[in-house]
């Protein structure tokens, strides 16, 4: 049903998208004038993406560099283990859980990848000794299926959810020193 919808509104709903994804704040009117079409015309693609979990949810982009929380990804390799049905139950990834309990982490993204690591996941955390103290429970908690983990602190964000975090002169001094 949504690949029927979709294809009848391909390039209005890529625009809408296009626009919520640069800012979701903006109201229908902006919306609907940024991609020629009514506020009505929006609500009624947005209403169709939210029923059908294309719009999956609404949320604030936040500019780590303006905070006092530093951004985090976590590698994590997979041994050949399979999961058991226990851990497959206790994995967070249907549900709104902690991956272990007890740590003062901010999950933004879990991704399944293909590549020298199976599992990425981008947190973020008030120091560096949270983001590795997660990392150990982590480790001991699923060691049975982790091969490896690899902890990257993000030095320097140019660019998140398609929004510029930087200055040009912040770029231009990164850059230099890259």
């Known amino acids: 049903m949504i690949n029927q919808f979709y294809a009848q509104n391909s390039k209005l709903v890529e625009k809408i998208l296009k626009e919520l994804q640069k800012n979701c704040r903006l109201n229908l009117d902006e919306i609907g004038k940024k991609c020629g079409c009514s506020r ?16 999956v ?24 283990q399979p999961f058991d049905e226990d851990m497959i139950k206790k994995i967070p990834f249907t549900r709104e859980v902690d991956f272990v309990p007890n740590v003062n982490i901010n999950s933004i993204a879990t991704l ?21 103290e ?37 770029i231009e001094q990164m850059i230099k020193i890259l």
């Open 112 to 132: 399944y990848v293909h590549g020298s690591y199976d599992w990425v996941l981008a947190f973020t955390a008030p120091s560096i000794a949270e983001a590795k």
């Open 57 to 80: 949810g609404y949320s604030a982009v936040v500019n780590p560099t303006k905070t006092n929380l530093n951004y985090f990804i976590l590698l994590v390799k997979r041994t050949s």
């Open 134 to 170: 997660f990392c150990n429970k982590i480790f001991k908690y699923y060691s049975k299926y982790i091969e490896n983990l690899e902890l990257l602190t993000i030095v320097a964000p140019f660019r998140m959810n398609g929004l510029i975090m930087a200055s040009n002169e912040e």
């Open 40 to 55: 009505y015309k929006v609500a009624k693609i947005m209403k169709e993406l939210e029923k059908k979990n294309v719009i």
